[in-house]
């Protein structure tokens, strides 16, 4: 003790009272500037590791950029066979033929088209209305039900509902429309419209639940009605919370593939009519990559031009979405 | 003189209310529409499936003959497929996540990084097939194997795990930061010690999910050429292997209604998996809810 | 205890040294300026107490202390403060080093999500001390400092927040304690428990300076004058008087450091 006590230095005081429980004394901090001589390697790690983190943070970086450059350039190969203008305004989408094939993309575009627009008209009315219920009538308890039900069924795979599609409702819709084909563009759409509508259901919930309770108050002390406190107070202060989850649930219609590929049928065409077989963009990718389509032949890069056509479709809908949430951002 | 006659207001009343509780009923049906599909969808798939889901189901390979068909490569092709997607997803998005929540400064590139996430996050999955077509099965010559497949998926589930990787960082508490900081630990020895075990449960919930979301896929495995039907087994990463949702699909596409059952047999036990994933999930989720 | 006391005793014969000379110590957040050449001399082996209203900068000078400050993003400082003389504000003083040798306990009781031992062993562990039997005498020893041993003894496996704010106010100190450290800097450390829990750290610290030199800040003028040698009033960012603790509180220099000890604002 005596010994320590006369050192009157940093680290020398780590003696405080240990002298009543054991005999032998020790610092804590001369062990620790023992190890820190040994070992100064240590600090590489710290050194390191930021770099290495910040590759793992350029993949998903990397990711977007191999997207990019993957379709451009496998699409200027493509454009190397078919012109620029054939491709966009061309009215007959015709690859597989023996001599040489038409590509031009409208009927894929109209496909998706038709599709999508089914499954808005199923998704939003019904994703509103599930997510007013769940924002503003709904009980706690009933909420902590259906919620996760709805998440549920988002997170069902696409293929089962493809199945569900082909083998569950065409064959009801059939019985209703007789003229209605196998495949066709209405079973699809309310199947995709069914799996967009949570993700509508909740991200607008979500939107409409941060809506502050005050205003909710301040309509009904006036005397209006729950109903009208929804349409006319909730709704129009949540817009673009809304808006932006239409235009997310629209993206990933667009974007679906398996259910059009096993419902939709493969004959792409530009008719208005929602009965007959048709084929979106997805599909048609689909349909390529099953068969057995040689490398480096105009049909396999076709596949590329597609895929960069929807690429562009889903990126304006995503920016747009952003931009709406940014832009609009409700200041409560 | 007034200008509100209550009386008016009381007679405009009525009809306001009933449309009011009329309005209700149409949200709450329309809700309940909603599950009742969900009702009739797994109801659907039940009642056609289960007549096939047996021991022999399970173990056998696919065959020509629907009596003799089975999933049991496209189930060891799925557990393969994790293999990969899993360490893959889980470094990448963890290492991401702890980049963007504790290195990264404010500046334009962490704000590059954060939108570019988001919107790959948007991007269909079918394009990250065409994205592994080229790099993984093409340039890198992986082809059409467990590895090129397994790469792909955990691109496509990236943005996922990043996502809730960044979240559950963001939710431990910086008092415990600056704890250890306060006992002179560093950087990277604070958040390997009290950062990432404080946020394990949530990244394991995000990173089941994410696993869940890869196990479903169909779309970017069919453009990477994956066989919709294998009768063998691989047995190295370069092998080919075939997974639930292509075999499901192949039954799917074929007219005879007893591939649809099988199909919806293969369906079912898809689904199983995915709701085991799932309960695992949400009790890591609620055990370790709310510790600080 | 007697053991302790008297090595207490021999220390106080001793000449006392400056652990920290803070000389024209300016600091900004930004634009906006939280500290004003602030100049401070703390002796070793005594307790400093830090008063002012809220707001004037108290934490944010004791942060500085350990460099804790550096968290924060865009804080400049211009001065220099002396730790055993050595500037601490100079780049190249390795921040590690600095905060194994200056503890510091914070206003709200911050433990790990860890086992009572696991919150203790961390400091010595992060530092390469891997020894079990060393650990275990570590965590017993600091555990005894914090006068918090005889409460958690039969549950050193548990997690720390089964504990009491109190208790767990006294475990951050047991863990700070455990690597053994020069000078301890607590920020409010009373701030957020209740009137017994802080009666206990009160007596913590007349303890704990037997051994350490302890800088508390405080928003309770009483607790100042129980425990602290020295005090430093502060007000919007500049020291506007520091001398013995007694005078002080009897009879202040400094016209604004007698209104707010007589409650006039703060
Ligand atoms: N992180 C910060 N960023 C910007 N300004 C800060 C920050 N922390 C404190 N300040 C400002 O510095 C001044 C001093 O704050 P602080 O040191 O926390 O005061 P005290 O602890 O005495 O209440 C205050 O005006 C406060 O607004
Ligand atoms: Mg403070």
């Known amino acids: 003790m005596v010994k320590c006590a006369s050192h009157l230095v940093i680290g020398m005081k780590g003696v405080f009272k240990l002298a009543t429980q054991n005999t032998n004394s020790f610092s804590v901090q001369k062990m620790i500037q023992e190890k820190k001589k040994k070992k100064s390697a240590g600090g590489i790690t710290e050194k390191i590791m930021p770099y290495i983190l910040f590759l793992t943070a350029a993949v998903s970086v990397l990711t977007t950029i191999g997207i990019v450059l993957t379709l451009i350039f496998e699409t200027f190969l493509f454009f190397d066979a078919v012109s620029i203008k054939e491709f966009f305004t061309g009215k007959v989408w015709y690859p597989f033929s023996e001599t040489n094939g038409s590509f031009g993309i409208l009927p894929l575009i109209m496909g998706t088209l038709k599709v999508t627009v089914i499954a808005a008209i199923v998704a939003v009315p019904i994703g509103l209305a599930s997510a007013i219920y769940l924002s503003e009538y709904a009980t706690d308890r009933a909420r902590r039900i259906i919620k996760p039900i709805l998440e549920v069924l988002a997170g069902i795979p696409t293929i089962v509902y493809g199945f569900f599609a082909l083998t569950f409702v065409t064959p009801i819709l059939r019985d209703i429309i007789p003229s209605l084909e196998i495949f066709n563009a209405l079973s699809p759409g309310i199947v995709i419209g069914i799996m967009i509508t949570p993700m509508i259901a909740s991200l607008s919930e979500d939107a409409m639940t941060s809506v502050p309770n005050a205003m909710r108050e301040g309509a009904l002390a006036l005397g209006a009605t729950k109903f009208e406190v929804a349409i006319k107070v909730v709704l129009p202060a949540a817009i673009s919370g809304i808006v932006a989850s239409i235009v997310l649930g629209i993206s990933r219609a667009i974007g679906e593939t398996m259910i059009v590929a096993v419902a939709g049928g493969s004959t792409p065409n530009l008719e208005w009519n929602i009965t007959g077989s048709i084929q979106t963009m997805t599909a048609y990718i689909v349909q390529v990559s099953q068969g057995d389509v040689g490398y480096g032949t105009t049909i396999y890069y076709s596949i590329y031009a597609v895929g960069m056509t929807l690429f562009v479709f889903t990126l304006v809908m995503n920016l747009l979405a952003q931009y709406i949430t940014r832009r609009f951002r409700e200041e409560y | 003189m007034n200008l509100i006659n209550h009386d008016t207001v009381v007679k405009r009343m009525k009809p306001r209310l009933s449309k009011n509780s009329i309005s209700k009923w149409i949200f709450f049906a329309l809700t309940m529409f909603v599950l009742l599909i969900l009702g009739i969808l797994l109801y659907r798939i039940f009642s056609q499936g289960f007549g096939y889901l047996d021991l022999q189901f399970l173990q056998s390979l696919p065959s020509r003959k629907p009596e003799n068909a089975g999933v049991y490569a496209a189930l060891i092709g799925t557990i393969w497929l994790m293999a990969v997607v899993a360490p893959v997803s889980l470094l990448l998005g963890v290492g991401t996540a702890i980049y963007l929540e504790e290195y990264a400064k404010e500046n334009a590139l962490t704000n590059f990084i954060k939108v570019n996430i988001s919107n790959l996050a948007g991007v269909p999955s079918i394009v990250f097939g065409l994205l592994g077509l080229t790099v993984f099965v093409r340039a890198l010559a992986f082809g059409t194997s467990v590895l090129a497949a397994g790469l792909t998926m955990s691109l496509l589930v990236l943005p996922v795990i990043i996502v809730a990787a960044q979240e559950a960082i963001r939710a431990v508490p910086n008092q415990l930061r600056e704890a250890s900081f306060g006992l002179g630990a560093t950087k990277w020895q604070t958040i390997v010690r009290i950062v990432l075990p404080a946020a394990i449960p949530g990244i394991l919930t995000g990173g089941i999910l994410a696993l869940s979301r890869a196990i479903g896929e169909t779309a970017p495995l069919v453009v990477l050429g994956m066989p919709l039907f294998l009768a063998f087994l691989p047995k190295t990463f370069l092998d080919s292997i075939t997974v639930l949702p292509l075999q499901i699909y192949n039954w799917t596409g074929r007219p005879q209604v007893e591939f649809h059952a099988l199909a919806a047999a293969g369906i079912i036990v898809l689904l199983f998996m995915l709701i085991v994933m799932n309960s695992i999930a949400v009790l890591i989720r609620n055990k370790f809810q709310k510790r600080y | ?266």
Request: a neutral charge.
């Open chain 3, 1 to 266: 205890m007697e053991t302790s006391t008297a090595a207490a005793n021999i220390v106080n014969t001793e000449e006392k040294q400056i652990v920290y000379k803070t000389s024209d110590l300016d600091l900004w957040y930004g634009d906006n300026q939280a500290l004003k050449k602030i100049n401070l001399d703390i002796m070793e082996n005594e307790v400093t107490a830090i008063i002012g209203p809220s707001g004037c900068g108290k934490s944010t000078y004791i942060k500085t202390l350990n460099r804790m400050i550096e968290l924060v993003p865009g804080v400049r400082t211009s001065g220099e403060i002396l730790y055993r003389g050595k500037n601490i504000l100079d780049k190249s003083y390795q921040v590690e080093e600095l905060r194994t040798k200056v503890g510091m306990v914070f206003q709200k009781p911050n433990p790990f999500p860890k086992s009572i031992y696991e919150n203790v062993a961390y400091g010595p562990k992060i530092h390469g001390i891997r020894d079990k039997k060393i650990l275990d005498q570590i965590v017993e020893k600091s555990l005894r400092g914090a006068a918090i041993w005889d409460e958690v003894k039969d549950r050193l496996t548990q997690n720390a927040y089964g504990l009491s704010g109190g208790q767990q106010q006294r475990l951050c100190i047991a863990r700070c304690l455990a690597i053994e450290p020069d000078v301890i800097l607590m920020d409010e450390p009373t701030s957020a428990l209740d009137p017994i829990s802080t009666l206990k750290v009160e007596e913590l610290v007349q303890e704990l300076k037997k051994d350490f030199s302890i800088i508390i800040v405080t928003h309770n003028m009483q607790q100042a004058a129980r425990i602290s040698k020295k005090t430093a009033f502060f007000l919007n960012g500049e020291v506007i008087e520091f001398s013995e603790t007694n005078k002080i509180f009897s009879t202040p220099a400094d016209k604004r450091t007698e209104d707010y000890i007589t409650g006039r604002f703060g």
